[in-house]
């Protein structure tokens, strides 16, 4: 069943079923196949179980593991028995009956829409002009099991002995009835996967739209297996589309992390795991990618979500979607692909400290341009109808650009996770005019100092040339500089931020037209807000912010939106910084008319943590975006300064947790 499973094959035809032992209750002696009958999504032709089985417990025990079981009723009408391999009849009713290869078909395609990972039991009865005579065997049976007992034989040499005194007594009857039984199961179980194939066909008749609404979808232009997620806990967590506060497009990984761990008698005892060589380490397992870290964080807040990703059908992808579904979330948004992806994953080698040495991530399955994200995701998004949508670097550049187009269509906000470096930069296909456009592309970004360096290095390389509206905020830019107060503010800055990090002020106030909300991880040293202030935001006339807000040289009334309608008159007239004469529109600069001013403030740490109360780093930034837009989500939203703060006391949970996201920041729901 397993082979049969993995290599993508519904239908398995066999001789006979293992079953419950005489005993069974006493001796624990179950036939492995049942136990997988219960965890491996294949249909099971059979003759049924032998009749010195307990076929009553047999059938209890299947139901017990979430199989269906039915039984062809082959040319008999109303309730039949459930055969007994070498007989027709057991005694024992069959749960269900069905009458053709059609009907077997229905319920196969039926249940993989379903989110169950069981398999199915149909029974199929020997030919009645082989099958012998229920009262016969019953005799047969009483004997074989009365020499076992005589003999003493137990355990797994039980049923050759049973089967070879079986043979015995029968005179060989059982041999020939033994061949006819499988080659018709054989030709039964080759129909059912014909009509099976039929349905499959027909299904894909309207091959751009979603296949099911069950827990996991599959995407109609990949095959359509069986994609069960196991029917254990799904009962109170299957729901379907529905209104959500927050959207989360990104990746779902299973994460392994690597902890070096050196044997104390070793030279190198502390500090990084050695290259090019084997290493000791505590390595754990568990359910990551960025999209889902911040899922989670959201579902532990109980913030109305919807996540949505792809895993590929393999054994990965079935255990993420079942830890989600254990975790009692939502996963109709989780697309099943069938066209050789494998699903994603991510390993990190952390040092004795837990810190990132280097990590490798395989989120391939997320970066296909020639995926229609609209037509695979749109309805999900659409019928959300969310305040917020999060997206994760994790998608390719045009899936990216179709994420944040649907979500700015609806109305949603956008919140921007780079995710890693090399990946920070493909948001910027936003644009189609870098050189000459400023365009907000999210309302907010999260990225570490690394990521954030590389977003600028980008903008500088992409869009800075001398005919380009750019100027306008790098002039808007250079009349901070004699601003006092933005002096004042750069010097403490500069007291506070370690050496590496002081180019971090620069690089978010130059981005600040993409994302005018800029949040700049900076590990210990706290997170650096960056934020274009709208012309009614309170913090503009609150004495207490006034430390952080800075309108450039001048009047505080020649807000940000009127200087920039005044340098953009300047350049109009500046024919050597136009000198292809080109004039520069409004609209090259509407993302900043709206706005009155800069607000820069640095949060320290939340807490001190010490080094032997670090357990890992991962998921610690996608714990703080959670939180984060857990509480922007609500009818009435705390102030930002406020929920800044409550998402690093939920980093820190996760920074001391096993988990890639802490449970217990559940703590933080009555706070945001």
Same mark, same amino acid.
């Not at 070793?266 to 505590?282: D, L, Q, W």
């Not at 911040?294 to 054994?315: G, I, K, N």
């Not at 008159?569 to 008319?593: H, K």
């Given at each position: 069943m397993l082979l049969a499973h993995l290599a993508g094959i519904k239908v398995f035809a066999t001789g006979g079923l293992g079953g419950v032992h005489k005993e069974g209750?006493?001796?624990?002696?179950?036939?492995?196949?049942?136990? @997988?009958?219960?965890?491996?999504?294949?249909?099971?032709?059979?003759?049924?179980?032998?009749?010195?089985?307990?076929?009553? *417990?047999?059938? /209890?025990?299947?139901?017990?593991?979430?199989?269906?079981?039915?039984?062809?009723?082959?040319?008999?009408?109303?309730?039949? &028995?459930?055969?007994?391999? #070498?007989?027709?009849?057991?005694g024992v009713s069959s749960p269900k009956t069905i009458y053709n290869e059609a009907d077997a078909a229905a319920i196969i395609y039926a249940q993989s829409k379903l989110p169950v990972l069981s398999g199915l039991l149909f029974a199929n009865p020997i030919p009645e002009e082989y099958s012998l005579s229920k009262s016969k065997m019953d005799h047969v049976m009483s004997e074989a099991i009365r020499s076992v007992e005589e003999s003493g034989m137990s355990g797994s040499n039980n049923t050759p002995f049973v089967l070879a005194k079986i043979r015995?007594?029968?005179?060989?009857?059982? =041999?020939?009835?033994?061949?006819?039984?499988? /080659?018709?199961?054989?030709?039964?179980?080759? *129909?059912?996967?014909? @009509?099976?194939?039929?349905?499959?066909?027909?299904?894909?008749?309207? %091959?751009?739209?979603?296949? %099911?609404?069950?827990?996991?979808?599959?995407?109609?232009?990949? %095959?359509?297996?069986?994609q069960q997620i196991s029917n254990k806990k799904t009962s109170a967590s299957i729901r379907t589309q529905q209104q959500a506060d927050v959207f989360v497009a990104g990746s779902?990984?299973?994460?392994?992390?690597?902890?070096?761990?050196?044997?104390?008698?070793?030279?190198?005892?502390?500090?990084?795991?050695?290259?090019?060589?084997?290493?000791?380490?505590?390595?754990?397992?568990s359910l990551g990618g960025v999209g889902q870290n911040v899922a989670a964080a959201l579902h532990y807040l109980r913030t109305p979500l919807q996540f949505c990703s792809a895993v590929a059908d393999d054994a990965s992808g079935q255990t993420a979607v079942q830890m989600l579904v254990d975790r009692g979330m939502r996963v109709d948004g989780v697309k099943l692909l069938q066209d050789g992806s494998r699903t994603a994953q991510y390993i990190a080698f952390n040092d004795t400290d837990n810190e990132l040495v280097?990590?490798?991530? &395989?989120?391939?399955?997320? @970066?296909? /341009?020639? *995926?229609? =994200?609209?037509? =695979? #995701?749109?309805?999900?998004?659409?019928?959300?109808?969310?305040r917020w949508l999060v997206v994760d670097a994790n998608w390719d550049s045009l899936s990216l650009k179709q994420w944040i187009t649907m979500g700015k269509a609806i109305g949603a906000k956008v919140a921007f996770e780079p995710v890693s470096v090399g990946k920070s930069c493909r948001i910027f296909a936003q644009i189609s005019d870098l050189k000459r456009r400023l365009v907000h592309i999210a309302d907010l970004a999260t990225p570490n100092t690394s990521e954030l360096r590389a977003m600028y290095d980008y903008i500088s390389q992409h869009g800075h040339r001398d005919e380009s509206a750019v100027n306008i905020w790098t002039l808007y830019l250079n009349s901070l500089k004699p601003e006092e107060r933005f002096k004042r503010a750069q010097h403490q800055?500069? &007291?506070?931020?370690?050496? /590496?990090?002081?180019f971090i002020v620069g690089c978010s106030l130059r981005l600040l037209p993409y994302f005018p909300c800029i949040l700049t991880k900076i590990g210990s040293s706290g997170v650096l807000l960056t934020e274009l202030l709208r012309k009614d935001d309170i913090r503009l006339t609150d004495s207490r912010a006034?430390?952080?807000?800075?309108?450039?040289?001048?009047?505080?009334?020649?807000?940000?939106?009127?200087?920039?309608?005044?340098?953009?008159?300047?350049?109009?007239?500046?024919?050597?910084?136009?000198?292809?004469? *080109?004039?520069?529109?409004?609209?090259?600069?509407?993302?900043?008319? &709206?706005?009155?001013?800069?607000?820069?403030?640095?949060?320290?740490?939340? @807490?001190?943590?010490?080094?032997?109360?670090?357990? %890992?780093v991962n998921g610690v930034g996608d714990t703080f975006l959670g939180v984060l837009v857990a509480g922007l989500a609500k009818d009435n939203p705390k102030p930002l300064d406020e929920l800044v703060m409550l998402a690093q006391r939920g980093s820190i949970m996760t920074l001391k947790s096993t988990e890639s996201v802490s449970t217990e920041i559940s703590s933080l729901r009555a706070l945001i």
């Amino acid at each position: 069943m397993l082979l049969a499973h993995l290599a993508g094959i519904k239908v398995f035809a066999t001789g006979g079923l293992g079953g419950v032992h005489k005993e069974g209750q006493n001796s624990m002696d179950i036939s492995a196949d049942l136990t @997988e009958l219960g965890r491996t999504p294949v249909a099971v032709v059979s003759s049924g179980c032998k009749s010195f089985l307990d076929i009553p *417990r047999t059938l /209890e025990y299947l139901e017990t593991q979430g199989v269906c079981v039915a039984t062809f009723a082959d040319g008999r009408t109303g309730a039949v &028995d459930l055969p007994a391999f #070498w007989t027709r009849d057991s005694g024992v009713s069959s749960p269900k009956t069905i009458y053709n290869e059609a009907d077997a078909a229905a319920i196969i395609y039926a249940q993989s829409k379903l989110p169950v990972l069981s398999g199915l039991l149909f029974a199929n009865p020997i030919p009645e002009e082989y099958s012998l005579s229920k009262s016969k065997m019953d005799h047969v049976m009483s004997e074989a099991i009365r020499s076992v007992e005589e003999s003493g034989m137990s355990g797994s040499n039980n049923t050759p002995f049973v089967l070879a005194k079986i043979r015995e007594l029968t005179g060989g009857a059982t =041999v020939k009835a033994n061949s006819v039984l499988v /080659e018709n199961n054989v030709i039964r179980g080759t *129909r059912v996967a014909v @009509e099976l194939a039929k349905l499959e066909v027909n299904g894909k008749d309207n %091959s751009n739209r979603r296949k %099911s609404t069950g827990v996991v979808e599959v995407l109609a232009q990949t %095959s359509d297996l069986p994609q069960q997620i196991s029917n254990k806990k799904t009962s109170a967590s299957i729901r379907t589309q529905q209104q959500a506060d927050v959207f989360v497009a990104g990746s779902l990984a299973i994460d392994i992390t690597c902890n070096y761990n050196p044997d104390r008698k070793a030279k190198n005892k502390f500090g990084t795991p050695e290259m090019h060589t084997s290493n000791p380490a505590i390595v754990t397992q568990s359910l990551g990618g960025v999209g889902q870290n911040v899922a989670a964080a959201l579902h532990y807040l109980r913030t109305p979500l919807q996540f949505c990703s792809a895993v590929a059908d393999d054994a990965s992808g079935q255990t993420a979607v079942q830890m989600l579904v254990d975790r009692g979330m939502r996963v109709d948004g989780v697309k099943l692909l069938q066209d050789g992806s494998r699903t994603a994953q991510y390993i990190a080698f952390n040092d004795t400290d837990n810190e990132l040495v280097i990590a490798m991530a &395989d989120m391939r399955i997320l @970066e296909n /341009e020639q *995926r229609d =994200v609209s037509a =695979v #995701w749109g309805p999900n998004l659409a019928s959300s109808k969310p305040r917020w949508l999060v997206v994760d670097a994790n998608w390719d550049s045009l899936s990216l650009k179709q994420w944040i187009t649907m979500g700015k269509a609806i109305g949603a906000k956008v919140a921007f996770e780079p995710v890693s470096v090399g990946k920070s930069c493909r948001i910027f296909a936003q644009i189609s005019d870098l050189k000459r456009r400023l365009v907000h592309i999210a309302d907010l970004a999260t990225p570490n100092t690394s990521e954030l360096r590389a977003m600028y290095d980008y903008i500088s390389q992409h869009g800075h040339r001398d005919e380009s509206a750019v100027n306008i905020w790098t002039l808007y830019l250079n009349s901070l500089k004699p601003e006092e107060r933005f002096k004042r503010a750069q010097h403490q800055l500069a &007291d506070v931020l370690k050496a /590496e990090d002081k180019f971090i002020v620069g690089c978010s106030l130059r981005l600040l037209p993409y994302f005018p909300c800029i949040l700049t991880k900076i590990g210990s040293s706290g997170v650096l807000l960056t934020e274009l202030l709208r012309k009614d935001d309170i913090r503009l006339t609150d004495s207490r912010a006034t430390p952080h807000v800075f309108y450039g040289e001048g009047s505080e009334e020649l807000r940000l939106g009127t200087r920039v309608q005044s340098l953009l008159g300047t350049l109009r007239r500046q024919t050597d910084i136009n000198p292809d004469g *080109r004039l520069y529109f409004e609209e090259d600069c509407d993302c900043l008319q &709206d706005y009155a001013g800069i607000y820069m403030r640095l949060f320290p740490p939340a @807490e001190t943590v010490r080094q032997d109360e670090i357990v %890992s780093v991962n998921g610690v930034g996608d714990t703080f975006l959670g939180v984060l837009v857990a509480g922007l989500a609500k009818d009435n939203p705390k102030p930002l300064d406020e929920l800044v703060m409550l998402a690093q006391r939920g980093s820190i949970m996760t920074l001391k947790s096993t988990e890639s996201v802490s449970t217990e920041i559940s703590s933080l729901r009555a706070l945001i």
